[in-house]
Each structure stands twice: as structure tokens, then as C-alpha cells.
């Protein structure tokens, strides 16, 4: 049995009601992608979908070196009026 595949636009359009919520995992300190995947319960795929979407908009940063896995830690970033 393979596992479903939801639609890469589905994906993309949850980001602003994800949002909340990934910072949310970050407010707890940098995480990888593949962590806050697992605090979502949702795949890693999905939740670097939504981590890039925050990174480009400035709401998350990459926190210093890859860790050993080569996976980049992500911390929010205090925005004045968000």
C-alpha cells in the first residue's frame, strides 16, 4: 500500500492557518523541519512547504549550522505587530 500524496497547491494554501502553530513549536526553540513535523503530526514534506513559505515571508530564520543530520535549525522572529 503506498501512501497518498495530497496536492502540493492544498499544501501550500494551509500555510497561513499552519502558521500559527509552527511558531507556536518554535517558541520552545530552533527546531529542525523534520521536529516540527512530528509536534504537527503532519509529514516532513508538508511541513517544509510550510517552513519556507516563513522563511521567505520573515516570520522564521535558520539558527546557526545544520545539526549532525545536515538538517538546518529554525527559530521564529519577533515581528512588532504580528
Do not use: C, N
Not at 7 to 22: K, N
Not at 41 to 49: C, I, Q
Amino acid at each position: 500500500m503506498t501512501e497518498q500524496t495530497r496536492d502540493v497547491r492544498e499544501i501550500v494554501r494551509e500555510e497561513m492557518l499552519r502558521r500559527r502553530e509552527i511558531l507556536e513549536v518554535l517558541a520552545k526553540g530552533p527546531q529542525t523541519v523534520p521536529a516540527i513535523a512530528v509536534a504537527l503530526g503532519v509529514p516532513a514534506h508538508e511541513a517544509m512547504y510550510w517552513v519556507m513559505g516563513l522563511r521567505k515571508y520573515g516570520w522564521v530564520a535558520e539558527s546557526g549550522d545544520a545539526d549532525e543530520e545536515g538538517h538546518f535549525l529554525y527559530r521564529a522572529i519577533e515581528r512588532k505587530g504580528a
